[in-house]
């Protein structure tokens, strides 16, 4: 049985096996206001809850954007790439939780020997002989300081990081995607305003090279008709090559050639919908670059434990033993034993400063982390207001802009009557034609910069996201909500 002095050594070493020397943990303080300061009657939803989980930018009910984002979600490379940095952080989880356990090894070391004849202190022997080693050994540290166990948390809480920025990444792709979407819309129906513009153009040339016929009006007017119509033309010309752009950045990004990649044109309109703001504390729960900016503060703060823990002493149970002989026969034999059993302590003296210099690292990366933890916050907090003041501003822009658009129509029929009267000359129909152009042109704009402020507002909002998907670590996300997302992924539109 134990004696007593054993015994109580081994509850001290266990007792002293459940301390930690990192500092306790607190999230870094950063101000939060209890409520967004842009507000209009477009921001209230019912129920206002979260975005959903399943695909946020089902909202928009777009079939086509549905399918997109699948595609995007099984195709892309950026995505498939953080990916695989999370399974290396997983990996690196067991990497260092492996230290927690007993290490055992074994060996099998046959060998022939010659001893050197003019050997120091030989004494007899024969010079050829020999070595025949099976043997095994077990080492564990004893984990008295918590170096080991803040290492496997400091590890943990990076593979947290790290699956947050999996989603992150996946987030701002998704965002990405979606954002283009919205701009290729814009540029078809900017393309379908400047084909009517250009027909109109074109009657009006017509028009005026009739009258010009009838010695109505000068052939300046007919310059005129035609420079406008080239204009038009040319405007189109420009608004195609921009919109093909746009759809080669969707290829890429759902994992296809931009040479086998096209998208048919689409003028019918998307509603804007009401994404729930909620209230700014539900940033921190909601942002996946706020969650892994927080796990590195945690994963900072318990390196200053490894740190501290390096100026004590290293304790390594080791134990080895197993059967050594100079012949085949009978190795496994109780004279061939060997064996060895005790602690190894190791403790430094003298290091010139080394560990003084590493704890100071750890907590200046520390310092640096929380720093960075309270920008995400504030940037977040700034990328909400932002999208909210773009939604409330330009909903308002809009309707003004589709009223100028109506009065510059108006203005472009009263014109056109007039000049078959001979009332006014063509410059006045020109100014008048021009205006609603650009009066068109502008309410298709805002709509689209309005659009993008809602699909960015979501990704300031952190999508479905929430911390809660950070719980579970084994295993690796299902980034395929399905396999027709998947069979969709693998198609060419």
């Known amino acids: 049985m134990l004696s007593a002095r054993t015994g109580a050594a081994l509850v001290a070493t266990l007792a002293f096996a459940a301390c930690s020397l990192a500092p306790d943990y607190k999230v870094p303080e950063t101000p939060v206001a209890a409520s967004y300061k842009t507000t209009g009657p477009w921001t209230a939803a019912q129920p206002a809850d979260q975005l959903r989980r399943d695909g946020w930018w089902k909202i928009y009910n777009d079939a086509q954007l549905d399918d997109l984002e699948q595609r995007l979600i099984a195709n892309n490379t950026d995505l498939a790439a953080a990916l695989s940095h999370y399974a290396q952080a997983l990996a690196f989880v067991r990497q260092t939780s492996a230290a927690e356990y007993p290490s055992l090894s074994a060996s099998f070391n046959p060998q022939r020997d010659r001893q050197s004849g003019t050997r120091p202190l030989r004494v007899g022997g024969p010079d050829q002989y020999n070595t025949v080693t099976l043997g095994g050994e077990v080492d564990y540290e004893v984990d008295l300081w918590g170096r080991v166990r803040d290492s496997v948390a ?9 699956k947050a920025d999996l989603a992150s990444v996946q987030l701002s792709l998704e965002v990405q995607l979606a954002d283009d979407y919205m701009r290729l819309r814009g540029f078809d129906q900017q393309t379908q305003v400047l084909r009517q513009t250009v027909d109109a153009f074109a009657k009006a040339l017509d028009l005026t090279q009739q009258l010009h016929g009838g010695g109505i009006v000068s052939g300046l007017d007919v310059s005129r008709a035609k420079t406008q119509l080239s204009s038009a033309k040319s405007d189109l010309s420009q608004n195609l090559a921009q919109r093909a752009l746009v759809e080669h950045a969707i290829a890429v990004l759902v994992g296809t050639s931009a040479s086998e990649f096209s998208m048919t044109e689409n003028t019918a309109l998307i509603g804007l919908p009401v994404i729930p703001a909620g209230v700014p504390s539900t940033l921190l729960q909601r942002r996946p670059d706020i969650a892994a900016a927080e796990r590195r503060v945690a994963e900072a703060n318990e390196k200053i434990g490894v740190a501290r823990a390096a100026y004590f002493p290293k304790i390594v149970l080791s134990a080895q033993g197993g059967f050594q002989s100079a012949f085949y026969a ?30 100071d690292s750890a907590k200046a990366a520390t310092d640096e982390a929380g720093a960075k933890y309270r920008g995400v916050v504030l940037g977040a907090f700034q990328q909400v207001e932002d999208n909210l003041t773009l939604i409330n501003d330009l909903g308002t822009a809009l309707e003004q802009q589709r009223d100028a658009a109506d009065a510059a129509q108006n203005s472009v029929d009263l014109a056109l009557n007039r000049y078959k009267e001979g009332a006014v000359g063509y410059l006045d129909v020109v100014q008048a034609q021009t205006a609603l152009l650009d009066s068109q042109r502008s309410v298709v704009d805002i709509q689209t910069r309005q659009l993008s402020a809602n699909v960015q ?31 969709a992924g693998k198609q060419v539109q």
Request: proline letters at 4%; glycine letters at 12%.
């Open 154 to 162: 400091a590890s943990k809480d990076e593979a947290m990081a790290t």
């Open 330 to 359: 009978g190795l496994l034999s109780s004279p061939n034993t060997f064996w060895a059993i005790g602690p190894n302590i190791a403790q430094y003296i003298f290091d010139g400063g080394l560990r003084r210099a590493q704890l």
């Open 457 to 487: 507002l979501v990704r300031a909002l952190g999508g479905g996201w929430s911390t809660d998907d950070l719980q579970n670590t084994e295993a690796m996300p299902t980034l395929v909500s399905n396999d027709a997302g998947k069979a």
